[in-house]
């Protein structure tokens, strides 16, 4: 926003007021501050914010207004945009800030009117908006710099960026202006589309994705994470030239753990949903893998990982005999089983990626048989024993 060069179009009464009042700046600085720590609670212990920095900053914004009325074209921008800045980083929340400025406003105002002759007080209700219109650019300006300030803020520390992330993925926001600022200052853009990451994490705390937003970045792609104890979880804003295939060929080589990718998102107000797509994608990918896998790609693994419970008690029912087998004799039978499935019933196939002879195959086939009481010539015997090998795949049984 560009700083004021002429003076403000007030009338002649209203100028010469302000002139009046200027020597007496320090002390309404003083009243102003007082007004605010009494009405506006986030100033009243002055835990944020000092009284005495309170004080200088309302000082100078009273000089700044008064200055301006009076005509005065250099009345300087400087100290407002510093208490902006000033106020992102103590911490002061926006509403408080905003809060004050607005009381500030009106503090000058009820000052105007209280020291006017009568005969100017007329003029003065006369020259209302102007006199406001002073105030609410000053707002604006301490506005612009607050959140400039935030914004370099959030990109430094990794803790408030984890939060504002959190208001995106936890649905926190207060509403589509406040996701749109949070998606200003953490620069994922206004426009879709996005996905949203879920990392599951090698050990409690322990990033999935190592480094990823720096590695994102190399790429133009913009993206922001946060941590906790078992998963590590970003927004990516995609664009021309960098879709979601592209993401996954990033994510593949720096993944230490298994990593779900939600759908396209065309709005950044869907980020809550893309958030349980890439847990439930996560959770589909087999315990202990590096496997990246988006939402939807194996469809059948995405519904038995969205309900775990039931998923177990298919295990239950269909390989409780199986998973009571000696460790390697149940992994000897569950790897012949999959290997076989996958290979559409074909001994032979089976046998060479097994690298044993088909005979092999099909005496293992045949216990499978015996073992779960299910005859493996029947599609739907086949359907059930292939479901329940994926149900104990994503829970890391057998």
Same mark, same amino acid.
């Given at each position: 926003?560009?700083?004021?060069?002429?003076?403000?179009?007030?009338?002649?009464?209203?100028?010469?007021?302000?002139?009046?009042?200027?020597?007496?700046?320090?002390?309404?600085?003083?009243?102003?501050?007082?007004?605010?720590?009494?009405?506006?609670?986030?100033?009243?212990?002055?835990?944020?914010?000092?009284?005495?920095?309170?004080?200088?900053?309302?000082?100078?914004?009273?000089?700044?207004?008064?200055?301006?009325?009076?005509?005065?074209?250099?009345?300087?921008?400087?100290?407002?945009?510093?208490?902006?800045?000033?106020?992102?980083?103590?911490?002061?929340?926006?509403?408080?800030?905003?809060?004050?400025?607005?009381?500030?406003?009106?503090?000058?105002?009820?000052?105007?009117?209280?020291?006017?002759?009568?005969?100017?007080?007329?003029?003065?209700?006369?020259a209302a908006a102007d006199?406001?219109?002073?105030?609410?650019?000053?707002?604006?300006?301490?506005?612009?710099?607050?959140?400039?300030?935030?914004?370099?803020?959030?990109r430094r520390d990794g803790?408030?960026?984890?939060?504002?992330?959190?208001?995106?993925?936890?649905?926190?926001?207060?509403?589509?202006?406040?996701?749109?600022?949070?998606?200003?200052?953490?620069?994922?853009?206004?426009?879709?589309?996005?996905?949203?990451?879920?990392?599951?994490?090698?050990?409690?705390?322990?990033?999935?994705?190592?480094?990823?937003?720096r590695v994102l970045r190399?790429?133009?792609?913009?993206?922001?994470?946060?941590?906790?104890?078992?998963?590590?979880?970003?927004?990516?804003?995609?664009?021309?030239?960098?879709?979601?295939?592209?993401?996954?060929? !990033?994510?593949?080589?720096?993944? *230490?753990?298994?990593?779900?990718?939600?759908?396209? =998102?065309? @709005?950044?107000? &869907? +980020?809550? #949903?893309?958030?349980?797509?890439?847990?439930?994608?996560?959770?589909?990918?087999?315990?202990?893998?590096?496997?990246?896998?988006?939402?939807?790609?194996?469809?059948?693994?995405?519904?038995?990982?969205?309900?775990?419970?039931?998923?177990?008690?298919?295990?239950?029912?269909?390989?409780?005999?199986?998973?009571?087998?000696?460790?390697?004799?149940?992994?000897?039978?569950?790897?012949?089983?999959?290997?076989?499935?996958?290979?559409?019933?074909?001994?032979?196939?089976?046998?060479?990626?097994?690298?044993?002879?088909?005979?092999? !195959?099909?005496?293992?086939?045949? *216990?499978?048989?015996?073992?779960?009481?299910?005859? =493996?010539? @029947?599609?739907? &015997? +086949?359907? #059930?024993?292939?479901?329940?090998?994926?149900?104990?795949?994503?829970?890391?049984?057998?």
């Amino acid at each position: 926003m560009a700083q004021r060069t002429q003076e403000a179009d007030v009338e002649p009464e209203v100028r010469d007021l302000s002139r009046r009042l200027l020597p007496e700046v320090a002390e309404l600085g003083v009243a102003m501050a007082e007004r605010i720590r009494d009405e506006i609670p986030a100033y009243a212990d002055g835990e944020l914010v000092g009284f005495d920095d309170v004080v200088a900053s309302c000082t100078a914004n009273v000089d700044y207004i008064l200055r301006v009325l009076a005509g005065d074209p250099d009345a300087s921008l400087d100290s407002p945009r510093a208490t902006g800045m000033a106020r992102a980083e103590q911490g002061m929340p926006y509403a408080a800030v905003l809060a004050a400025f607005r009381l500030g406003g009106r503090f000058i105002w009820e000052v105007l009117v209280a020291r006017a002759e009568p005969e100017v007080r007329d003029v003065l209700l006369r020259a209302a908006a102007d006199v406001w219109a002073v105030s609410d650019d000053l707002a604006a300006y301490v506005t612009e710099s607050y959140r400039g300030a935030l914004a370099d803020k959030a990109r430094r520390d990794g803790q408030m960026r984890s939060v504002l992330v959190s208001t995106l993925l936890d649905g926190d926001d207060n509403g589509t202006s406040q996701l749109w600022e949070t998606a200003g200052i953490l620069d994922l853009g206004r426009t879709g589309p996005f996905v949203v990451v879920s990392a599951e994490c090698p050990t409690p705390g322990e990033e999935g994705l190592p480094d990823v937003e720096r590695v994102l970045r190399r790429t133009n792609a913009a993206s922001a994470w946060r941590l906790d104890h078992d998963h590590q979880e970003g927004v990516v804003a995609l664009r021309v030239g960098f879709g979601a295939d592209h993401l996954l060929a !990033v994510l593949g080589p720096l993944a *230490r753990a298994r990593v779900g990718v939600s759908t396209v =998102l065309p @709005r950044l107000e &869907d +980020a809550q #949903e893309g958030r349980r797509q890439a847990r439930v994608a996560c959770a589909s990918a087999t315990p202990g893998s590096r496997d990246v896998l988006r939402f939807g790609e194996h469809p059948l693994a995405v519904l038995l990982a969205s309900s775990t419970d039931q998923a177990r008690m298919l295990v239950d029912a269909v390989l409780a005999p199986v998973l009571a087998l000696p460790a390697d004799d149940r992994a000897v039978m569950i790897d012949t089983a999959r290997a076989w499935l996958a290979a559409g019933g074909s001994t032979s196939a089976a046998a060479q990626q097994l690298h044993v002879h088909r005979n092999t !195959v099909r005496y293992r086939v045949r *216990r499978m048989e015996e073992v779960t009481g299910r005859d =493996l010539a @029947r599609p739907v &015997d +086949a359907a #059930e024993l292939y479901v329940a090998l994926e149900c104990a795949r994503i829970l890391g049984l057998g």
